[in-house]
């Protein structure tokens, strides 16, 4: 059973940057692809950025350009560096991976941008 923990959300400035990390344990040689989703006060989770095993990337549009994604296969982490943040990109931001059997998410991290 994999177990997810993030970290690095908090409160930053219009303009500012974060960076999320995500470890994963308990069965992480089986994971394929992770990344991170977030949700919005009513809104629906959505997709921000995945990453293959591989290193192969998919961006949301709304982040394009300004979040990176990376992984260390090594570390079995998964990075999100988010730079000129927005007051819309406001959620809680959920770390994903997922195996050849099921996905599995963390419990999320607020990030807050101030106007």
């Known amino acids: 059973q994999v177990q997810l923990v993030e970290s690095g959300g908090g409160l930053v400035q219009a303009g500012g940057s974060l960076r999320l990390s995500c470890v994963a344990s308990?069965?992480?040689?089986?994971?394929?692809?992770m990344g991170w989703y977030r949700q919005a006060p009513g809104k629906q989770r959505e997709l921000v950025a995945t990453?293959?095993?591989?290193?192969?990337?998919n961006y949301a549009d709304s982040v394009k350009g300004r979040f990176t994604i990376s992984r260390d296969n090594a570390k079995n982490t998964v990075y999100l560096q988010m730079n000129s943040l927005k007051p819309e990109d406001t959620a809680v931001y959920y770390c994903?991976?997922?195996?050849?059997?099921?996905?599995?998410w963390g419990q999320g991290t607020q990030v807050t941008v101030a106007a």
């Open positions: 990453i293959t095993s591989g290193g192969r990337p």
């Open positions: 994903y991976a997922s195996d050849i059997i099921r996905n599995y």
């Open positions: 308990g069965g992480s040689s089986s994971i394929r692809a």
